[in-house]
Each structure stands twice: as C-alpha cells, then as structure tokens.
C-alpha cells in the first residue's frame, strides 16, 4: 500500500519529526513522518515536505494531530491537509478528532489516510468513515493514548478481528521483538515514535538520549486525566508539579503554561530534563543506545525474521 521496504513507520513527535529525520528513516526502508504541528502555516509544511523530498526518492507520511492546540487554528490544520493533497505525500497520520470533513479530498489526491485509536469502537467509526487503514495504539505509547487504557497486547488482535481494514499497531514498539510479536497479533507492521528519538538523525540534546538510555519502563506517568487530555509523560519535576496541581482539583488553569510546545521545544535544545513535558513511552525500557536509523530498521527486521523462524522451526 505504501511502497516501503520495511513495515516500520514513524509516528508524530513535535519538533523532533522534521525532514532530516523523516528522510533518513525513508531512505533506510521505513515510513519517515513530518509532524504538521511543527509549523505555523500550510506553505511552511510544504517547504518542509520540498526539503525532505531533495533528500529521499522514497515514500513518507504526514502527522495531523487534530486536538486542542494554543497556535494552530481550524483553518491551518485545513491548509495542512489541502498542502499534502496538492504535494501528494505517501500517507497521512491522524490522531485525535476525526477528519472526515477532508477524507473526499485526501482520497482524491491518492494519499492514503490512517487514524490512530485505542479502543475497537473507535476503529470501527474509522472505517465506517472511509479510512485507508489503523494505527491501533495501546496504553504503552508516549502522547495522548485513549483513556480506555487498553494494552497493545489486547488492543492489537481485538481491533484486527473486528474490521477490515490494514492494522499497524503502536504503542511499546522499540525492537525487532515488537516487530515479531505485533504480526504475530495480525498487525500489518508497527508504528514507534519515542525509538527514534535515540538516532543519529534525530535533532536532540544528548542529555535527552542519555536520559532515555538510563529511564526505565516505570519512569513515565499519565497526567491530564483532570482536563480529559491524557498523556502519558516522563516522570520529572515539571510532571511532578503537573500531578499535584492535577491533585488538588483547583485552578485547573495553572496546568496550561506548564504543558506549552515552547518549553518541550526548549528543552530538546538545552537538554533539561526536568522542565518540560516529554511525552515519550513506556518503550524507554527497551533503548540502550543511540544508532543510525538505517541500524535500527535493519536490525529490528533481521531480529524479527530470526524470531519467527525459530517459532516456525519449532513447530
């Protein structure tokens, strides 16, 4: 369907999914994803998407995270859509609200369109809507997963088994033993995000890929259940501060300039790692370095290839 080597694929991660990145998981045989958020304005995501275009021949997708945002307007996340019509991009992420206002013209264009859910209800709207396909994400993942708090485990064949549509799941994706385990449970292939923050091509402080070698798989939390926008963040001391706010149920308000994109934006670049809030997953646990994309794709397939035939061999 994509015309891609590997069935890996990138998720969004504002300020990081930038065409450098993009480009270098395309070209080492995945999907490689622009995060729309990063930009103000539709003609600044197409001069991103022209940038990452002179640097791959290969297919990459777009993330539109259609939900509550301080900058973006209604009217931008429209010049969003209409500009990776008009640059026929290989495929678009959504997540949040669905985009049914924009499906005619996405389909059109001949850009395939996926929605990301966490809940077999919501998959079902999804290809009632006319959707291309469905990133079913688990409880695990980094950002915003559905309050259902449904694992991958259990999301993945409950949503295969009740459409028909292709399955990528996401959600504590960081090895090639996800791969294998993720098209044992009837995925199409997997989608990561928080993985490729520890590549060579991603642009981040190295306190922040050192901090993700040395946190765990217990070192995120789930915050913002009070405002009905969970998501899932490593614990440190603005989250902290977050939480308690969250505990106390009153002004509710103090959260908002705590969880602006500016103070993650900063702290990618400074590498402070306490006053922001990263919302990356519970695959932290998994990452014990920092590699090309083009090592981490081939040895997440090799592995997951090595995996499956000792299963297979076993039978």
Request: charged share 25%.
């Amino acid at each position: 369907m994509l015309g891609i080597k590997y069935p890996i694929i990138c998720g969004g991660m504002l300020w990081l999914c930038k065409p450098d990145l993009c480009a270098a998981i395309s070209n080492a045989g995945g999907l490689g994803n622009i995060t729309a958020a990063n930009y103000d304005s539709g003609e600044e995501l197409r001069a991103a998407i022209r940038e990452c275009k002179a640097m791959t021949d290969k297919p990459f997708g777009i993330n539109i995270t259609l939900m509550p945002s301080f900058r973006i307007t209604p009217e931008t996340y429209a010049d969003f859509f209409r500009v990776c019509c008009e640059e026929k991009v290989a495929a678009i992420e959504v997540s949040g609200a669905p985009a049914r206002d924009y499906l005619p013209m996405v389909h059109e264009a001949g850009v395939k369109i996926f929605h990301k859910v966490g809940s077999v209800r919501h998959a079902k709207n999804i290809q009632k809507y006319g959707y291309d396909g469905i990133f079913a994400a688990g409880i695990e993942e980094g950002g915003h997963p559905l309050n259902d708090d449904v694992t991958t485990m259990v999301l993945t064949p409950r949503i295969v088994e009740s459409v028909d549509l292709p399955v990528v799941t996401t959600g504590g994706i960081a090895d090639g033993r996800g791969l294998a385990a993720a098209l044992a449970l009837g995925a199409e292939g997997v989608m990561m995000a928080t993985r490729f923050i520890n590549t060579v091509e991603c642009k981040v402080h190295e306190n922040i890929q050192q901090e993700m070698i040395k946190r765990q798989e217990q070192d995120t939390t789930l915050i913002c259940k009070s405002i009905n926008l969970q998501g899932r963040a490593l614990k440190n001391k603005l989250v902290d501060e977050v939480l308690a706010i969250e505990a106390e149920k009153e002004n509710l308000d103090r959260l908002f300039p705590l969880l602006t994109g500016q103070k993650v934006k900063d702290a990618w670049n400074t590498g402070n790692v306490e006053d922001a809030a990263f919302m990356v997953g519970q695959s932290i646990g998994l990452i014990n370095d920092v590699v090309t994309c083009q090592e981490l794709l081939d040895t997440m397939v090799a592995d997951a290839e090595a995996i499956l035939r000792r299963q297979l061999e076993r039978f």
